[in-house]
């Protein structure tokens, strides 16, 4: 199954709404500007996996609050050729096969993320660990703090996701990797 976020704007105003939380608290709470957190409630602009997980977090609740229904499968398999796909847009930067997705008593997420060079730069913060095995092309991560990790085929980094970061491809192609993430997104 190929999917794009859909109806991540209409989730996100009734998860707020339900909280009792204004657009101008949750730009407080998340850094955002209340102005962008209402295009993305419109759908006049989409969140990258990082924003939702920050906006989850700010609202007491699981990413998994703005995707379709939840499964409490006790065992989940995911067959080559056949896996289930995750775009921020039809014709994004990036895509995301998604192996596990157990619902919200899952540890953590498993990913395999298709980023391609862009000159756009994302930072990222949200809570937890990632831990990242990059299987083909390369790419940087850079931690806010300063410190610079270059990635080639078969290095893997494990790392607290609190701090500002971000990814960067750094050849010519994609960058293949394969992510762990806990609490799980997806």
């Known amino acids: 199954m190929d999917r794009s976020i859909e109806n991540v704007g209409r989730r996100l105003r009734e998860l707020r709404q339900a909280r009792g939380v204004s657009l101008s608290e949750l730009a407080r709470d998340t850094n955002y ?7 993305v409630e419109s759908g006049a ?3 990258s996996i990082s924003a939702l997980a920050t906006l989850a977090a700010a609202l007491g609740s699981s990413i998994t609050a703005f995707f379709g229904p ?8 995911s067959r080559a050729g ?3 796909k995750l775009r921020m847009a039809p014709n994004a930067a990036e895509e995301y096969v998604v192996f596990s997705h157990r619902g919200p008593d899952a540890a953590f997420s498993a990913l395999i993320h298709h ?7 994302v930072r990222h ?7 990242a095995l990059m299987l ?3 790419g940087r991560l850079m931690m806010i703090d300063g410190d ?3 990635l080639e085929p078969g290095d893997a980094v494990h790392y607290s996701s609190h701090p500002e970061h971000e990814l960067v491809v750094t050849s010519n192609g994609p960058a293949e990797i394969l992510w762990f993430v806990s609490p799980p997104v997806v």
Do not use: C, M
Not at 70 to 77: A, H, L, S
Not at 125 to 131: I, M, T
């Open 33 to 39: 500007t209340a102005g962008y957190l209402s295009q």
């Open 45 to 47: 602009s989409i969140p």
């Open 70 to 77: 939840e499964t409490t499968e006790k065992v989940r398999v």
């Open 82 to 84: 056949d896996p289930e």
């Open 115 to 121: 980023l391609y060079p862009t000159a756009e730069v």
């Open 125 to 131: 913060r949200h809570p937890g660990e990632r831990f």
């Open 136 to 138: 083909s092309g390369s």
């Open 148 to 150: 610079n990790h270059e």
